[in-house]
């Protein structure tokens, strides 16, 4: 069951993000929380998945900004969120590290995204080393430059 002070945050809330993080081990148990979706769907703050930058063996092999949507869609249904944070810089290759893991840089696939009736913002979210991740600094930036100021 949510807990009270989290649902009070949360209608209090100007903006909420979910994400970066793992999918499947970190966002969806989050949100599978009895009453976190209700009390998300209930807020009037703008709502923001944040996708991450590459995908994680074993966990999101091969997925895309829609695929991710798919997936939280499927276990907590349609409508949750009103935008979709998605980096646009494929510049820095994956170390090679995460190469050999599998990892790759999650793709954009904007038909598909489109479905999902989310609007898209798309910034430089990543970060130059690892690669794998996002930069904080840009992340906070353009949260706040293309979604909390429209």
């Given at each position: ?41 209930q807020s009037k ?35 949750l969120f009103d ?68």
């Amino acid at each position: 069951m949510i807990n009270p002070e989290a649902e009070l945050a949360i209608s209090n809330a100007e903006l909420i993000t979910v994400g970066p993080g793992s999918l499947y081990t970190s966002i969806l148990p989050n949100l599978l929380v009895e009453g976190m979706v209700t009390s998300l769907k209930q807020s009037k703050a703008p709502k923001v998945y944040i996708c991450n930058v590459a995908t994680q063996k074993g966990e999101t092999d091969h997925f895309t900004v829609g695929d991710h949507l798919e997936a939280l869609e499927r276990h907590v249904g349609k409508g949750l969120f009103d935008y979709v944070l998605v980096n646009s810089n494929l510049n820095y290759p994956l170390p090679p590290s995460a190469q050999a893991a599998g990892a790759k840089q999650v793709t954009f696939d904007r038909d598909n995204v489109a479905k999902h009736g989310v609007r898209i913002s798309m910034a430089d979210v990543v970060a130059e080393s690892p690669s794998t991740h996002h930069d904080s600094e840009k992340l906070s930036r353009a949260i706040m430059k293309q979604i909390y100021r429209r």
